[in-house]
């Protein structure tokens, strides 16, 4: 076989491999990761908008998403009353936050590392969905 042969077929491997479903793991999140949570008056100020935002960033999808979902941090914190630090906040995670980065902060972490940009299939849609209704029950037992 060619050396262009056996290339192509790699490469087309590797491509099949990551547009098919996998196993979502469970959802975790850091709070800010490598951010505070909050100010030293108020430790967990803007902690809500981080969990939220991992939470997106957890089940991960397009790139339209990810930047609506970074658009909504920054957002939230500005609604928490620091603007200036969800815009640096934004920056961190648009640097940061890239399917590309093999952290446990990327985009789409909540599958098989790599996961690039794309739409969830139905079936891992439905795995996203049973897993948040899980998430949504816990503590009110």
Request: net charge negative.
């Amino acid at each position: 076989m060619t050396y262009g042969k056996s290339l192509l077929l790699s490469l087309l491997f590797f491509f099949s491999y990551s547009a098919t479903a996998s196993e979502l793991k469970p959802f975790a999140s850091d709070g800010c990761s490598l951010f505070p949570d909050g100010s030293y008056a108020e430790p967990d100020r803007w902690l809500h908008c981080c969990v939220g935002h991992d939470l997106a960033y957890w089940k991960g999808g397009t790139s339209n998403q990810r930047q609506y979902s970074d658009q909504i941090l920054r957002q939230c914190v500005r609604d928490a009353g620091h603007p200036w630090i969800g815009a640096v906040m934004y920056a961190g995670v648009r640097l940061g936050g890239s399917p590309l980065w093999p952290t446990p902060f990327r985009w789409g972490f909540g599958w098989d590392y790599p996961r690039f940009y794309g739409p969830l299939s139905r079936e891992e849609l439905d795995q996203v969905e049973a897993q948040t209704q899980e998430i949504g029950t816990m503590g009110k037992e």
